[in-house]
């Protein structure tokens, strides 16, 4: 089970922390990545962490501002978001792919096969 929470209302350049639960997950064999989808847009991969460590962050725009990171101890997984911009707004998802099935430390959408309900993240003044 995924479970997000942390989104909300910020203004521009501010920062948010996301946190996914993720119970009984086994760190040691599946990826685990976040997602967003914008309204009207399609859902994009935003970071992902692979079982082996390799950290991923794929979209261009969020280098430099976003980061994921994930404590095993509280089986959690976080995306620290700063200097927040409007374009960031969107509803936010965890999800998780068997590294096999992935064959890629970057969470393709297609192999990922437990996904969370989201959490929306709106950036306005």
């Known amino acids: 089970q995924l479970v997000e929470s942390g989104g909300g209302l910020v203004q521009p350049g501010g920062s948010l922390r996301l946190s996914c639960a993720a119970s009984?997950?086994?760190?040691?064999?599946?990826?685990i990545g976040w997602f967003r989808q914008a309204p009207g847009k399609e859902r994009e991969g935003v970071s992902c962490?692979?079982?082996?460590?390799?950290?991923?962050n794929s979209v261009d725009s969020a280098r430099g501002r976003f980061s994921i990171s994930r404590d095993i101890a509280k089986n959690t997984v976080y995306l620290q978001m700063n200097n927040l911009k409007p374009d960031d707004t969107a509803v936010y998802y965890c999800?998780?792919?068997?590294?096999?099935?992935?064959?890629?430390?970057?969470?393709?959408?297609?192999?990922?096969?437990?996904w969370g309900k989201g959490t929306l993240v709106t950036v306005s003044s």
């Open positions: 009984g997950l086994r760190w040691d064999i599946y990826d």
């Open positions: 962490f692979a079982s082996n460590g390799v950290v991923t």
């Open positions: 999800a998780v792919a068997l590294h096999a099935a992935a064959k890629t430390n970057m969470c393709p959408r297609y192999a990922m096969s437990y």
